[in-house]
């Protein structure tokens, strides 16, 4: 016999990758060029040149063996001091290599953070909307997930959250910029977190983790919007990151996991860290990649692209009458639906080959994600389509 839950998993797609499957049937058979896929968040901007440049150098100067040999389990030590030293010089965290785990992107970050950290009865705390993967992680983990809501500035509501704290909730997952809504959560909004997490841990006598899921941090567009760093905020603060949109190689799987040096047990917390991917059969991140992360850290591909379709796609969408969240960062645009069944509302736009994501998936009914992470030509080409799809409502 094999696992039920893993077949369930395994035999039904999620509804993001249901529809990339999609446009490609529709794609052979009607051309691509007449297909509007605006589901999956797959960076459309190439990498910076450096990436390039530090692959063709590493392979020129670096012996195979040890290019293409294993590293240490937690990633090579020279790769984790280049990307702690970083980090200590751009958001003012001291941390170590010795404080770094490095990863296969931000999904092995969290399911190998949630594994370290979750004992049975542990609950976690998201706010919708966030990445419905997170349900499959946590559960992994053996631990329950809690969606409470976010208010109309799709900011956490504070309100609900005290309300939700226990002594059984282990940690909360938090994402900015969001994954679907772009929105980036302010200073004020980590500040006031980082003080509820300090009152509530002290009054249960255990630590509830802040886990900060951080791929789209540097894919923000205006110089005024800052994304505001947890560590410096909160002491029990673990950051899991992925170069894969910054860097636009999501194909590369590399990213690290960070755990703030000044937590409770900070080398317990490590160690189960290193125990959790040895458990889930992580030997380490792919050697070369780890490599080419710590050339190019800090770096990123031309975000002037999103920006102009963020802008093109949210100006002309509000223009048709469609309600939007307006993003901060990353490369999603977040709208309410024309009917208060926004799956019925996701089959309409197919009329019009516009293939977008039902926010039910994400905590959010009555909402659809648009991913603009495209070419700007395809969005200039979609708008008057959308704009079809609003005029059948009116």
Request: aromatic share 12%.
């Amino acid at each position: 016999m094999y696992n039920e839950s893993m077949y369930r998993l395994g035999s039904k797609r999620s509804t993001i990758r249901e529809i990339f499957e999609y446009a490609k049937k529709r794609s052979a058979e009607i051309g691509a060029e007449n297909v509007f896929d605006f589901s999956i968040g797959n960076p459309s901007v190439p990498a910076p040149s450096e990436v390039n440049e530090a692959i063709a150098r590493l392979v020129q100067e670096t012996p195979s063996v040890a290019l293409h040999g294993y590293t240490s389990a937690q990633g090579d030590k020279e790769v984790r001091e280049k990307i702690a030293a970083n980090f200590t010089r751009r958001f003012g965290v001291p941390l170590s290599g010795d404080d770094l785990y490095m990863t296969c992107g931000a999904a092995a970050s969290l399911t190998i953070t949630l594994k370290a950290l979750s004992v049975e009865g542990d609950e976690f705390i998201v706010f919708a909307p966030y990445f419905p993967e997170y349900a499959v992680f946590v559960k992994n983990a053996g631990a329950k997930l809690t969606v409470l809501p976010s208010n109309e500035n799709m900011q956490p509501d504070f309100e609900a959250l005290e309300k939700a704290l226990s002594p059984k909730v282990k940690g909360v997952l938090i994402n900015s910029p969001n994954n679907p809504s772009g929105v980036v959560y302010t200073e004020k909004t980590i500040k006031r977190l980082a003080k509820i997490l300090t009152e509530k841990s002290g009054e249960y006598g255990a630590p509830i983790y802040l886990i900060s899921d951080e791929p789209y941090r540097e894919l923000v567009y205006d110089a005024t919007t800052k994304v505001p760093c947890v560590m410096a905020e909160y002491e029990n603060s673990i950051v899991c990151y992925s170069y894969s949109k910054s860097l636009s190689m999501p194909g590369e799987r590399v990213g690290y996991i960070a755990v703030n040096p000044k937590m409770e047990e900070n080398r317990a917390i490590y160690a189960a860290i290193c125990g959790a991917g040895r458990s889930l059969g992580f030997v380490c991140a792919p050697a070369l990649f780890q490599r080419v992360a710590a050339e190019c850290d800090g770096l990123t591909a031309d975000l002037s692209v999103y920006k102009r379709n963020r802008d093109l796609l949210y100006n002309a969408l509000q223009e048709y009458g469609y309600t939007c969240v307006y993003p901060d960062g990353a490369f999603y645009l977040f709208v309410k639906a024309l009917e208060e069944d926004a799956a019925a509302f996701c089959e309409r736009a197919k009329k019009y080959e516009l293939l977008l994501v039902n926010g039910a998936d994400f905590g959010a009914a009555g909402w659809v994600r648009v991913a603009y992470c495209v070419q700007t030509e395809r969005i200039e080409k979609a708008l008057p389509l959308f704009k079809k799809l609003a005029e059948e409502y009116k």
